[in-house]
């Protein structure tokens, strides 16, 4: 009630107290089932369209059908994330965590006020956009990539959340965001992120696939698929298993134009 009051008539001092005490609060969301809502809408979350740090009842006066949200190390690291560019285009503001702690609370905060929290990088959300239909050839190198990259993703699958990059690792609704792994991984006795096991979903922007679509020779386009996930894993957060085979494929398509290399 105190911490309530302080938000409510003095929103300056709450907004020193609520940084200070953020990872308390946090804390307290995950921990404290009878008082969970009143101490999530105590959160303070930057998110992508806002300078100042929102509350979950701000946002949702702007966006009343519920909380769209993505986890990840930092602001710049969320900020940057390909499944953020369709929410972006469409004027859709997302909630930005990037506190460990964040993504503890997430689990247990899967709704607030009545509406549904969901994490954008998790399969199986609801999207205030329609799917558009995908033409044969796509779904037939969709199906083909699935084979492919058996046991490091469960699936391959057309997506219209991303305009300018040409594909993403999502993750099902069960399994551990990229960011959930690297946290895991650094505990003591945690592992290394195991793609595949993991419920890790590679999806496609169909309107880049046209120079992969257009090679006929197998072999180079499995060189260009494994490429493609490469660059998938490292700009959604996850393990590149092999860095320095990533780092020369990068440098012997970019140099040579970037640096005017003969």
């Not at 998110?47 to 701000?58: I, N």
């Not at 990259?149 to 300018?164: D, I, N, Q, W």
């Not at 290394?192 to 890790?200: A, E, M, P």
Request: proline share 6%; charged share 25%.
């Amino acid at each position: 009630d105190m911490l309530e009051r302080v938000r409510n008539d003095h929103p300056e001092t709450w907004a020193q107290l609520s940084d200070t005490y953020a990872r308390e609060i946090r804390r307290g969301v995950h921990d404290d089932e009878r008082h969970r809502q009143r101490l999530a809408g105590l959160l303070r979350v930057p998110s992508m369209l806002h300078e100042e740090p929102r509350t979950l009842d701000a946002y949702l006066a702007d966006h009343p059908d519920g909380v769209y949200c993505l986890t990840a190390p930092s602001k710049q690291c969320v900020r940057d994330h390909p499944l953020l560019e369709r929410f972006a285009a469409e004027g859709i503001d997302v909630l930005l965590f990037d506190m460990p702690i964040d993504e503890f609370m997430l689990l247990a905060l899967t709704s607030y006020a009545g509406k549904p929290v969901q994490n954008v990088s998790r399969k199986g959300i609801s999207l205030p956009w329609p799917e558009p239909e995908v033409s044969k050839d796509v779904l037939d190198f969709c199906a083909w990539a699935t084979a492919k990259l058996k046991g490091r993703v469960e699936e391959v699958r057309p997506t219209h959340m991303l305009l300018s990059s040409p594909c993403c690792i999502s993750v099902r609704s069960w399994a551990n965001t990229a960011n959930m792994g690297r946290i895991s991984s650094a505990q003591a006795m945690g592992g290394h992120q195991k793609l595949g096991r993991d419920g890790c979903v590679m999806e496609v922007n169909p309107a880049m696939l046209g120079h992969v679509l257009s090679v006929q020779d197998e072999e180079q386009a499995a060189l260009e698929l494994e490429f493609m996930y490469n660059v998938a894993c490292l700009s959604c957060g996850f393990d590149v298993a092999q860095p320095a085979t990533l780092a020369r494929t990068i440098f012997e398509r970019a140099a040579p134009a970037a640096l005017a290399v003969e």
